[in-house]
């Protein structure tokens, strides 16, 4: 484990270097992870300009920012991620604001695909969903908590559409877009707080 979790950290990128990286390769016509389609770099290039909305409009609550700052413990966030993930594109801007307002916090961001090690460390029913936020302990490494690959409400959702339909379509896609738009990532922001209570 621990060797898995250095390794990663070997190979993560801060959150500017991520979002360079996966610009970088759709002005290539490409986007990150193994598989490539033209749909998975349409879902890249959508998800470009979602996190570029996000990023300017995206506000942390008062009460977070307050709990934020509060912080003693040094932490690593280590999030396994990829551009064509839409979760990853609605949920990396909030962890890059969170991790910016506490200098507790040093924001670490890995590919799926070049960390499979560590990926199957934290499956998620069995598959590899992202993305998924790990809690480390800065100077220990130690595992305090994982997180994703969606807050709870969107998991409702998807579920609840799923044991209706059978199926994960556009039009749950479509409206799991809204739920993160009307959420404004306040759920997010309280799921990731709750987790930093007992550490």
């Known amino acids: 484990m621990e060797e898995i979790l250095n390794n990663a950290l070997r190979n993560s990128y801060s959150y500017q270097e991520y979002r360079k990286i996966v610009t970088d390769l759709l002005q290539d016509g490409k986007t990150s992870g193994a598989i ?3 749909a998975l770099v349409n879902y890249s290039r959508l998800n470009e300009t ?13 009460a977070i920012i307050s709990k ?44 799926r695909d070049e960390n499979q090690d560590l990926m199957n460390l934290f499956l998620t029913n069995g598959n590899k969903s992202i993305p998924k ?46 739920w993160y738009l009307h959420d404004k990532g306040l759920s997010t922001q309280k799921e990731i707080i709750e987790l930093l209570k007992g550490s």
């Open 50 to 62: 979602r996190m570029h909305r996000i990023d300017k409009t995206m506000r942390i609550d008062g």
């Open 133 to 178: 936020l790990i809690i480390l302990d800065k100077n220990s490494l130690g595992i305090i908590a994982d997180w994703g690959p969606r807050p709870k409400g969107a998991v409702d959702l998807i579920q609840n559409y799923k044991e209706k339909f059978g199926v994960i379509d556009d039009t749950i896609k479509a409206e799991l877009q809204m």
């Open 68 to 111: 934020l700052k509060s912080l003693q413990s040094q932490y690593i966030w280590l999030v396994i991620a990829e551009g064509w993930c839409g979760d990853a594109a609605q949920l990396l801007p909030i962890f890059n604001k969170m991790s910016t307002i506490s200098e507790h916090i040093d924001l670490k961001i890995v590919f």
């Open 36 to 38: 490539q389609t033209e």
